[in-house]
C-alpha cells in the first residue's frame, strides 16, 4: 500500500494512504478513525511523545484552543533527555566523561555491549521510576538525534583538543577573552552563510548551535528550557547528521566545538545566571539563525527554513526580554560583542 508523510512544521504530521493495493485488493476501512487514533496513541506511548488532551478544538488547526495546547505542552520525555544527553555530550571529553555527568544528571545509562569481545557498542538513557508508576521508556543515542548515536559521539571526542590545551577560565580576564571569541566566531560563522563563495560546513553550523546549548546553562529556568528547544531547532534546520561514514575532521567545527565546551563548564562552575556576556551571545545566535533560515528559504529548503525561523524568533524573544544590548558596557562587564557585519540586516530582512 502507498501512502505520504506531510509534516507541517514540527507541531503535526498527516499520513495520506491509498486504500487500493497495487494488485487490486482494497483495503478494509471500517472503523479506520478508531483504529488510527489507537495506533497513535501507541506510537505516542513507545516514543514518549506528549499527548494533547481530548476535545475537538484541540485537535483543529488554526483555532485559537490548538494553538494554546501546543504553546502550553510541555516537553516529552523524550526532548528532556535529548536535552539532557546533548549538553553531556557537549561539554565531555570523552566516552567515560559522558556517562558520569549523564549518571550525575540523574539518569540511568545502560551501555550495549558486543559479544564478540565484551566492546560498547552504543548506549541507553532513562529517567528513575517514580514510586508506584510505570518505568520510563529506555531511548538510544539514536533515537534521541542522529548526531548522538555513540559512532558520532566518539568521532566527536576523538577530533576535540585535549583538555589539558583547552582549560577552564577562572580569572575575569580569561572568561572576557572566551566571551569575545566565542562571539566572534559566531558573528564569522553567520556572516559565511550569506557568503556563497565561503559556505559554512554543516559540521561547523552544528558546532555554533552547541555553544547555544551551552549558553543555556548560563541562564536562568524556564528561559534555559526554551533555548534548549531553540538549539535543536537549529540542528534540525541544518541537517546533514546521517552522514555515512563520517566526514573528516573540521578545524574550525573542532574549535567551536571547544568554544561551547568552555562556555557550558563555566555555565556549570558559576552561579552567575544574568550575566551581559550571554545575552550578547543571544543576539548573535538570532542573528545566525536569521541568515540560517534566509539560506534554506533560497534553497527551497521550507521545512528547514521554518525551524531556522522559529529558532530565531524566539532567541530574538528571549534577548528581547532583556533590553537591547549595552553599547558601551560598564567597567565589570565582559568585553563588548560586535554585531553581525554584512549578513544579518539582509538575512533579516528576507525573513520578514
Known sequence: MRWIAIAHGHARVDVVATLVRQDGRTEPASDDRHRCAHATRNLEHRLGLATPPPGPDTTTPGTPRAAATRRAAPPSARERLRRQVRLA????????????????????VRLRRSRADNGVTGYAVSRPALPGRDHP????????????TLTHLRARWAQAPRPSETSTPTTAEQRQ???QETAD???NAADDLARPAQPL???????VADILTATAITVPQPQAHRLAHAAELLHRAIGGRRETPLPAADARAVHLRSLARLVGLMGQLSSDRTGAAALQLLYLLAGFGDNLAALRQSQQRRSQAAAASTAAARLHASAGRHGPPPAT???DQPLPV???RSARPAARSRSR
Open 177 to 179: 577573552h572566551l566571551w
Open 137 to 148: 521508556p529506555w531511548f538510544g543515542g539514536g533515537q534521541l538525534a542522529p548526531d548522538l
Open 185 to 187: 566566531a559566531i558573528t
Open 329 to 331: 558596557p560598564a567597567p
Open 338 to 340: 560586535a554585531p553581525l
Open 89 to 108: 555530550a557537549v561539554v565531555a571529553t570523552d566516552e567515560d566523561d559522558f556517562v558520569h555527568r549523564l549518571r550525575a544528571a540523574g539518569l540511568r
Open 201 to 207: 560546513s554543516a559540521q561547523a553550523a552544528h558546532a
